[in-house]
């Protein structure tokens, strides 16, 4: 199937794409990598009137340190994050998350600005922003605004982002010393999307976390900050009190039944996520599902 007629616009920067998208509104679509935006229109789920090529704004590349912050901009395509040296060291769980998207084809073209506007809730990236606390920059003509991840995604491909801005980029506070992070997906091969993942981002300090962030994803509508973590914070973590955050985590999910997993199927797999990363990020073999404790 081919997608229906639809014109298209250069967009020479970002001011040039706001003024098409104000003067479009809803008709309008953004095109940065075209990995999930050309196979939806191709499908006819979506016929914009207009697309907006983003694709030679400069100012929208790119990935700098300054000030304690590293800003990564939304341009960037999955292949750049994964060979940052630079997200490597400051944002390390970005670098092994990217490299669970997809394949390389894909990872060539797609950017980190398409997924995180995408906002598929089996999506990695979404998640890794969740767990870094990532603060996602939007821009409309009459402002910027600077949206924490954990309130940017609000539902299935939907984000707080309104039809007239454009994502510009995100702004992630650094890994310190003491940082720790941990990944993991359930996926039937790797580059598929997930089943099940968690994406989480720690600091560990003489056997304890004296924080923990845990993003699990493709396990409800949106990335999900589980408020099961927070029961593992500051805490000597026994066998028990991990049962306790699991039975917590169980409760606050809502996934969905599909043809790859059943609901039931998809919290059991979330527990064996929060289970692998607490018994891998403290070193504890004793916490894993079926481990000496
Ligand atoms: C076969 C296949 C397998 C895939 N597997 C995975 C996977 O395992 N994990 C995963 O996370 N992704 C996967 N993807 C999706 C891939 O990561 C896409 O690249 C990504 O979701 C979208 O990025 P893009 O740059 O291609 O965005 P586009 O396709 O260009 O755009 C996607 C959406 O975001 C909007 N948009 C794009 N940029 C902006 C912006 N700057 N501001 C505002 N709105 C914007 C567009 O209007 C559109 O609605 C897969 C894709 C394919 C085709």
């Known amino acids: 199937m081919k997608a229906a007629a639809f014109s298209y616009a250069r967009a020479t920067s970002v001011a040039n794409a706001l003024e098409l998208l104000v003067a479009y509104g809803d008709k309008a679509k953004v095109l940065s990598g075209g990995q999930s935006l050309i196979p939806a229109m191709n499908l006819r789920l979506i016929s914009p009137e207009l697309i907006v090529d983003i694709g030679e704004i400069t100012e ?71 767990a870094l ?10 402002r910027e605004r600077r949206i924490a991840a954990r309130d940017f995604f609000t539902g299935i491909y939907e984000t707080a982002l309104s039809a007239q801005e454009l ?70 973590i026994t066998p028990t009190v991990l049962v306790e955050a699991s039975a917590t985590l169980a409760a606050e999910l809502d996934p969905q039944g599909d043809q790859q997993a059943s609901a039931a199927m998809r919290r059991h797999l979330a527990k064996i996520l929060l289970a692998r990363c607490v018994s891998t990020l403290l070193g504890r073999p004793d916490l894993t599902p079926g481990g000496t404790g």
Do not use: C, W
């Open 133 to 142: 606390n990532a603060t996602i920059v939007v821009r409309g003509q009459a």
């Open 167 to 236: 994502l510009i980029g995100v702004e992630l506070p650094i890994a310190q010393k003491s940082s720790a992070h941990f990944f993991h997906e359930f996926a039937r091969r790797h580059g598929d999307y997930a089943i099940a993942g968690l994406a989480a981002q720690a600091i560990v300090q003489g056997g304890l976390f004296t924080d923990l962030r845990t993003a699990f994803f493709a396990v409800a509508d949106r990335p999900i900050l589980a408020k099961a973590a927070t029961k593992l914070i500051n805490v000597g």
């Open 60 to 130: 929208l590349r790119g990935i700098a340190v300054r000030g304690g912050v590293l800003r990564v901009g939304a341009l960037t395509r999955h292949v750049d994050l994964l060979r940052s040296p630079e997200i490597a060291a400051y944002a390390p769980l970005l670098t092994e998350a990217v490299a669970h998207v997809a394949h390389p084809a894909i990872r060539n073209r797609g950017t980190l600005g398409g997924s995180l506007a995408h906002a598929d809730p089996a999506a990695e990236l979404p998640a890794s922003m969740v």
